[in-house]
């Protein structure tokens, strides 16, 4: 593992494979009446969001507390950072305290980045969301949510996703989430496609290691499974599409379209839904939807990026009682 996490396509598939099969040590740990490990004690992470979150906060929060770790939250609104503090002050204050860790969120693309190679401080940096650059964690607990279903919770160690054929439609445009899952996905083996008018493409999307298509109904039957994005209209400044109505006709899932796909394929969606127009609330309720079980799978990840950053060794969910890897425990 490297020392930081600001891209999902800075991992190779070793790297990648290792932290799905580290989550799914995590994730049995989670199954246990007491779920806390005592593998970052004395560690500090701190929580860095500029930007507004729920599921991704909580979720590395979960994860920072079920591994011991003494965690600080902070949100720019009600800091001085509200009152003109550049991120380069912010950090180092961040690194006059001696944290070990941030996860860091910010509108800005690049700030993850900035913050890493800066010398502004010493600590490991977990991109949490830049801009509409990358979101690293949330295309690894996608990956490990396709893992479980398509190839098997126990089947899966030691295994990638060569061969699955994953679709993604919405608004790649100004997702982060499209784009660390494409690097993510084609590391990994898998044959992705993405569908979207063409005025919610991004400038150079014929370079990415993907298929692209403007007909979801074509491409629902060949798909393992189909990722439905959010329309992210706080970042629209202009009219993408005619309506909502002419969207969701489109490029909505519903139930006639889902019965269209294979018997095994799931539905994905990284969250919040917009119900009646990427996704209809019967598909959304439906046990084909993994939407929930992402959420979960989240804490899991997110633990497992902890640990290897961190220098965790192989971690072994039978022997978790046991002391950490020394380098853990170091200051």
């Not at 929060?61 to 770790?69: D, V």
């Not at 098997?152 to 445009?173: C, E, M, N, Q």
């Not at 609330?281 to 640990?307: F, H, K, P, W």
């Amino acid at each position: 593992m490297q020392r930081h996490l600001i891209s999902a396509a800075d991992l190779t598939r070793d790297d990648a494979v290792l932290i799905l099969d580290t989550a799914e040590e995590m994730a049995r740990v989670a199954d246990r009446p007491i779920k806390k490990l005592p593998t970052l004690r004395g560690r500090t992470v701190v929580n860095l969001f500029f930007e507004d979150s729920t599921r991704t906060r909580i979720s590395f929060e979960a994860a920072e507390k079920r591994l011991s770790a003494d965690v600080i939250n902070f949100s720019a609104k009600g800091s001085s950072v509200s009152k003109g503090e550049s991120l380069k002050d912010t950090a180092q204050t961040l690194e006059a305290m001696g944290v070990d860790a941030v996860v860091i969120r910010h509108g800005a693309s690049g700030a993850p980045y900035r913050l890493a190679n800066s010398g502004w401080i010493d600590a490991a940096v977990i991109n949490a969301g830049d801009g509409t650059h990358q979101h690293p964690t949330q295309a690894l607990l996608d990956a490990f949510t396709m893992r479980r279903r398509l190839v098997g919770r126990d089947a899966g160690l030691g295994h990638d996703l060569a061969g699955k054929r994953i679709t993604i439609v919405g608004d790649v445009l100004h997702s982060r989430v499209a784009r660390s899952n494409v690097d993510l996905l084609d590391t990994l083996g898998a044959e992705v496609t993405l569908v979207a008018p063409p005025t919610l493409l991004p400038v150079g999307v014929g370079s990415w290691p993907c298929e692209i298509s403007y007909d979801l109904d074509t491409a629902l039957p060949k798909s393992d499974a189909v990722m439905m994005l959010r329309v992210q209209r706080e970042r629209m400044n202009a009219a993408f599409f005619p309506t909502e109505r002419e969207y969701a006709r489109r490029y909505g899932l519903d139930g006639d379209r889902m019965a269209r796909m294979p018997e095994h394929a799931i539905v994905m969606h990284p969250g919040p839904m917009v119900r009646g127009m990427e996704i209809t609330a019967e598909v959304a309720d439906s046990g084909r939807c993994t939407a929930v079980e992402q959420v979960a799978n989240g804490v899991s990840i997110r633990m497992a990026v902890l640990y290897l950053l961190l220098g965790g060794a192989v971690f072994d969910s039978r022997n978790a009682s046991a002391q950490p890897d020394t380098r853990t425990e170091e200051k």
